[in-house]
Nanobody, 121 residues
Framework: VQLQASGGGLVQAGGSLRLSCAAS????????MGWFRQAPGKEREFVAG????????RYADSVKGRFTISRDNAKNTAYLQMINLKPEDTAVYYC???????????????WGQGTLVTVSS
């Protein structure tokens, strides 16, 4: 599976962004797609995930109510809609994929390149 993330940028606190992760090379019905982020000087952390087949989702507590993960079967693309962004959301965001049905926060084996999100205060 090849993953291409896009949509990052600079936004003011309280603003919104939508990240996209275009997938190729596989039918994703048996995959879980995840979004992770890594802030400067911090470890990479799980943000959100979705089981492509059923659409079940999971979120990190820090983004619940502000971020929404979704997928478009026709475009083979996953999205991360982010609203009410905060300076602490500033990070490089990565999309990733793994075989399976459980939306877990580890064991992803396919990774896209990162896209930088910067939230100014």
């Amino acid at each position: 599976v090849q993953l291409q993330a896009s949509g990052g940028g600079l936004v003011q606190a309280g603003g919104s962004l939508r990240l996209s992760c275009a997938a190729s090379g596989r039918t994703l019905s048996s995959y879980v797609m995840g979004w992770f982020r890594q802030a400067p000087g911090k470890e990479r952390e799980f943000v959100a995930g979705i089981y492509w087949g059923a659409g079940s989702t999971r979120y990190a507590d820090s983004v619940k109510g502000r971020f929404t993960i979704s997928r478009d079967n026709a475009k083979n693309t996953a999205y991360l809609q982010m609203i009410n962004l905060k300076p602490e959301d500033t990070a490089v965001y990565y999309c990733a994929a793994r075989l399976g049905v459980a939306v877990v926060d580890a064991s992803y084996i396919y990774w896209g390149q990162g896209t930088l999100v910067t939230v100014s205060s």
